[in-house]
Structures are given as C-alpha cells and as structure tokens.
C-alpha cells in the first residue's frame, strides 16, 4: 500500500495542471491475476486508490463487469439478436454460449478504506453503495477480490480468436466507471465504445510459463522472467511466471497471451520502440515488414498532431479486427501488406484521439474515430498513394450515401443507440472524417492543421468533448464556428448548393445560386470560352469572418443562412462563360452534385430566355434516376 502511494503522488504531480473550471476523477489500480490456463479462469485482487476531484460528494459508484455481457439473453445478445443489420461476428453467438463458455465476472468482496460494501450484480455493471460518502477531493481506497471466466471470443475481447491466439484480453477486469461533469457513465455493455478513468495500473499476471504476454505498460521484470528484453534464459522453468507490467498516465490496460507467439522489437530513435507479438507462418509474412511503416507513421503523427508520449507501442495479434488500447492494439494478423499497414496506422492513431485525447467515446464516437480516421488516411495516402483518388474521398462518398437515404442519424446519438451498425458507422468514422476535413472549406488547411496541434497540446490526457474542440478552432480562426457543428453534429440537414439561374443583364451577367438545408460558405469558379478563371468566395454571415483565400479571388458580400437565394452580377456576358463550377477546392459534403457545374449552352439565345436549372426525378425500375434540365424561362 504505501508503495502504492509514493507513486501516486509522482501522478499527482506529473498529472497536468487544470484550469479552475475543468476537473477530472483520478483511478490507480494495482491489480493481481492468478490465471488458471486450464479452466480459462482467473482470480483477481485489485487494490484501486480513487481520488474525487470532482465538487460532488459521491454516494456511490459503479463499475464495469464488461465479460459479463458474453452469456445467453445478456443485452448485447438481445440487441445483437433485434438490431436490423447485426454485427457478423456476433450474431446469434452468445445465445449459444454454454455455461463453460460463457464470460462471468463473480466479485466475491468489496471493500471502502478496510470496510466491507454492500453490492449488486446488475449484468454488466456493479451498482456498489458506498459506506461512506466520498466528499470532494477525498481519497479512498477499494479492495477487490473476485473470480472471472474468460468467454469464447465473441467480440474484441475472449478466448481462442479465428487466428488462434490463446487469450485477447480486453475490458477483462472491474473498471470503475468514469464521473465527469454530466455525472455517471455507468452504460450497460451492449456494443461498443469505452471511457476510463486517468490514472495508472501496475498488474501481475502468474500465469503458465509456456505462454508470452504482451501489455499496455512496461514490463518490469524481464530478467527475473527471461521474456522482453532479456536474453537471459532460465536455468529451472517453473510451472508459472509473474509478468508485472506498469502503465503510467494512461486510461485502461490491455494484455493478449500465446504461448506461440514471437516477440520482435523495432528499435526507433526519434520516438517510440515498436513490440510486435504474433505467430510467425506463412499467413503472418508481412508483419516482418511492418516495423519501418510504423516508423514512419510516427513521424509524422508526431509533426502534424503532437508527440506521442510512451516509451514504446505494441502491435499484437489477437482480437476480431482492430481494436485501440493505451500503448497498444490487438489486431487479426492474417493480413495482405497493405492490410495489414492499414488496420496497424489506424490503430496506431487511436493513441491520438482515444488514448491521449480521451474523450467520451460512446457520445463523441466521431471525435474518437473520425479523427483517427482523418489522421491515418493522411497516412496511408504517403504510403499508397494509388489506393486514394482523393485523401478522404472515400469518407465523402460513404457519407453521401447514407445522407441521401433514410437511415442517417445525428453523430450526437450515443454509440450504442443508433438504429443500425450502419447509421453508427457511418456517422462515426465517414462523418467524422469529414466534419474535420470540411473545417478546411471553413477555415482553411493552415488553421486546421494549428487547431490540430493545439487541441492536442491543451486536452492530452484529459477528457475533451466537441465543445472543447469548437473552441479551439474558433480561437485559431477568429470566426464564429458554432452553426457548423450545430447542423452538422446535431442534425442530418446537408449541404446542397447549387446553380439556380443564369440571366442576361445590361452590362454582364446574373448568376443566381440556392442554398440547402445547411448553410456553408462557398466557393466557386468560372472559366470563359477563351480559358480564363476567376474565382469567387461567399463567406456565411454566421461566420463573422473569412478565411484567407488565394490572391485573386473574389471576396462577395455574406450571404444571410435566411435566404435562399444569392445573386451576383458578373462583368462578361452569358455568352462569353464556358463552364461554372461550384465548390472548385473540394473538401465539402454537397449532397448533390448535378447542380454544382453547368456548361453554358452555346446556341441560347439570352436576349429571349434565361437559363434556369431543374433537376429533375424520374421513376425508374431500379429506383429514382436524376437528371439535370436547363429550362428557358422568357425574359
Ligand atoms: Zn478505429
């Protein structure tokens, strides 16, 4: 215990300094694992010193029995079972689960400060009530005994994945559940998305010596073990090994076990040692490959979205796809090349957004995976650049496609209740892709790239959410950004601006532009017959403010988010325009493009008719085809 306290107060004091308004709780677990390989069982005992940095005075608290979810008739099973479009990889499985296969979390005693606590079982949460309330900036300390059963893998975390690893130990332990300024976070495990509490964990596994151990953390016992950066080999193998592994400023802890895996260790001296666990075969020959892209992965995370803090960061095998943990990922191995650098640079990046800025994942799902989403397609777009005709176009196109159909829902929808995996997935990492690749149409590229850095520099290790983020950008821009994430986190109005008429005037011409649901501003482009380009940029009034744009352009009058309509006048007769384009630079998520570009028509006679633009729907077998149709209208 009093170990436990001298490094606490080396936390307290390395933890950043908050402003007076925000506070955040503090967790630090020492927890002990005694594995029974055999029964794939564990007991635990975890010593968590809990601090209360919040104004409340705490009357009880909750925790999370995540295991508890993998048995027949659990909520997981039962949406998995009624949600339209299920998650393959559970589907029916966990109703099932036989009693030996099922997760179980028993908790055999709780203890507050030496005092037995009285407690309840609810599936996948403990309601505990406290013996003594915990008053603000009180200390206390939980003890903990109790038995798991680790399930067959369902989903991220189990026993035996489809690669053959042993044991993916993710959401494995009783986690305290996080208590920010909206109060508890005690959500039934139903799905997905994580929130934990900053703090730190020293774990000790004793588990069969034939098995090698990877973790969040570094270990700190190889030579008394002979595994990590030992060489040392034991003379007398006893029947089990002690791995302690410490973690220091981070949010939750991971560890996966084979007993065939090779552990390799990627030397990098501008960041962070890379430690790969996997098995070596034919189906595993590009993890070989693999340390020299995360080199370079980390180099530029480093310079475009802020240091990365840890000693080292593991890749290990294990899981159902991809997962984030602090320091670490578990990952499917049996990947092509390029795969298998993807899935590694995605969840590489997840150290940004899920394990520094850790913001309430099952609210912010697209600050968590949006962001990384951004961040690794920059990534992979230096790796392979013949996979991406446009960095995030893919994120564009999937959004697009589900804005047109019925099934959007708002990214302020917690993960777990979206209707469908769909709407979730959508809206979580294609949305969140574009909602920050979009701020460049705003604010531009050079603003969002300082708004990057800052957010990370001033939220690390603490628990920023979109208003936090907001405000960054408006400080780095100086305008007014409110509006933006208002429509566009809040609701599922798009963006449809279009070209709505063409009119001959005295000296020139009249453009005529409409507006859809949302209001943006806009940028756009007219070429001549003999090749000449101007461009134009319309800032929204709710902007208070433009952004700086390429010498040349020119800058209209704001256009007010009430009308919905936007003339200008142009100095060159209709006649005389080749082709206009709207939203020339990109990087905006206009829903429909046929009325975005119009090539003026040669043979029109302008002194009779203006051009207006119709789109037009007709029915067809296979659903609604479009089409464009420019209509004479008499002068
Ligand atoms: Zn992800």
Redesign the pocket.
Known sequence: MKKCFSTLIILIISLPIFGQNYWQQEAHYKMDVDFDATHHQFEGLQNLTYINHSPDTLTQVFYHLYFNAFQPGSMMDVRSKTIIDSDRRVGNRISKLKPTQIGLQEIWSLEQNGVFLDFEINETILEVSLAESILPNDTVEFRMKYKTQVPIQIRRSGRMNSEGIDYSMSQWYPKLCEYDKDGWHANPYVGREFYGIWGSFDVTIHMDSKYTIAATGVLQNPDEIGHGYSELTLDTIPTKLSWNFKAEKVHDFVWAADPDYTHEIIQNDNGPNFHLFYQQGEKTKHWKDLGKYMIRTFEYANKHFGEYPYPHYSIIQGGDG???YPMATLITGHRSLKSLVGVSV??AM?SWY?GLLATNEALYAWM??GF??YASNRIEYEFFPEDFPGIHEGSYKSYKRIANSHYEEPLCTHADHFDTNWAYGVAS?SKGVVILDQLSYIVGDEVVERSLKRYFDEWAYKHPDARDFKRIVEKESNMELDWYFEYFVNSTKTIDYGIHEINKKENGTLITLKKGEMPMPVEFEIEMNDGRLSNYYIPTVLMRGEKEVESGTKILEDWPWTNTHYSINIDHKPSEIKVIRLHNTGQIADVEPLNDNVTVPRKWNWDKHKLKLQILEKKKKKGIQKTMKMKKVAL
């Open positions: 991809g997962m984030e995605h969840e997840h899920h968590d995976e990384t989403s990492y």
